[in-house]
C-alpha cells in the first residue's frame, strides 16, 4: 500500500523559509522501475485545494504554479524514497496545510489534484511575525 508521509512543516516569520519533505512508502521513485507524478498542493481555510508543483519520474519534469515560480523549488532523492518542497520568501498568503500527492502514472494536467490518488495526511505552515 503506497502511503505519503509529510514533514517540515511549522511556523516561520515573513520572509522565512521552509522545506517540506514527502516520505514515500510502498512504492519507489526510482524513474527507472516506475512511472510517477509527485504533486505538492495547498489549501487554506476557505479557500480550494491549489496545486503548487509537481515532478514527474521521466526526465524529471516539473512544473510550478505561478504562486510558487521563483520562490518555491520541488527536488527528489531516490535513495531517500522522499520528495521535498523548498519554499523561500514566505508570506502571510503561503499559510496553509500542505499535502504531497502521488499517481502512478505521469499525468499532463499535473495540477489537477483528480488525478491523484495517494495522498499524505497535511502537514501546517503558517507564516506569521
Known amino acids: 500500500q503506497l502511503q505519503l508521509v509529510e514533514s517540515g512543516g511549522g511556523l516561520v516569520q515573513p520572509g522565512g523559509s521552509l522545506r517540506l519533505s514527502c516520505a514515500a512508502s510502498?512504492?519507489?521513485?526510482?524513474?527507472?522501475?516506475?512511472?510517477?507524478?509527485i504533486g505538492w498542493f495547498r489549501q487554506a481555510p476557505g479557500k480550494e485545494r491549489e496545486g503548487l508543483s509537481c515532478?514527474?519520474?521521466?526526465?524529471?519534469?516539473?512544473w510550478y504554479a505561478d504562486s510558487a515560480k521563483g520562490r518555491f523549488t520541488i527536488s527528489r532523492d531516490n535513495a531517500k524514497n522522499t520528495v521535498y518542497f523548498e519554499m523561500n520568501s514566505l508570506g502571510p498568503e503561503d499559510t496553509a496545510v500542505y499535502y504531497c500527492a502521488a499517481a502512478t502514472r505521469e499525468i499532463s494536467w499535473c495540477w489537477d489534484y483528480d488525478e491523484y490518488a495517494y495522498w499524505g495526511q497535511g502537514i501546517q505552515v503558517t507564516v506569521s511575525s
Open positions: 510502498g512504492f519507489t521513485l526510482d524513474y527507472y522501475r516506475t512511472d510517477y507524478t
Open positions: 515532478i514527474s519520474s521521466t526526465d524529471g519534469y516539473t
